[in-house]
């Protein structure tokens, strides 16, 4: 098997859970657009908040949106009117009104979240700093958590502005990407430089996840 396969969705529907759960045999694609077009704007009003995932389920008339972020304040705003403008906004890009509800859930560990850090990383870079002491910091400070068995970071690009693009990776503890039951999050960023655009990769395994034994 080939070793550049997603971890995530190697894992769907075993260990990992669909970021989009619906049904819709008819209007699939149409769907698929739909969510795509959630996700960007929802990306492009709140990246700040530190966003870790975002969930939709949906049915023929109602949408549930599930947003994990390290720091909801910013998403909720005063009174809620940061929601109402999310809302506002993804109402425009579909061009419909949409019976929409946004849950906002505070994500405790941002420490060992993959996309977490990823997104860090590319802050950084694009602030000019040094690539490889930018992968030690955050992989120091991953592997510091007991829960945390590995931590993989990989950039690509124009690093540090050199004139060929490639790629550099640094790596701690274990990672077992070819086993199902391994929790692996993985999460890529990106970082728009001055010399263009840096890709990051961030693997950080966290255990084995095991079903519960049920009784007879």
Known sequence: MARKINPTSYRLGITKNWESRWISPKNAAAWLREDEIIRTVIMAKIKTAGVAGIEIERTAER??????????????????????????????????????????????????????????IAWDLERRMKFRRVMKKYMESVMQNPDVQGVKIAVGGRLDGAEIARREWLADGKIALQTLRSNVDYSPATAFTTYGTIGIKVWIAKGEIFKEKRGR
């Open 63 to 120: 949408y549930k949106i599930y947003i994990k972020a390290s720091r909801p304040g910013l998403i909720i705003g005063r009174g809620g009117k940061g929601i109402e403008d999310l809302t506002k906004a993804i109402e425009k890009a579909l061009g419909r009104k949409l019976s929409l509800s946004l849950n906002v859930e505070e994500l405790k560990r941002t420490e060992i979240s993959a996309a977490v850090v990823a997104q860090n």
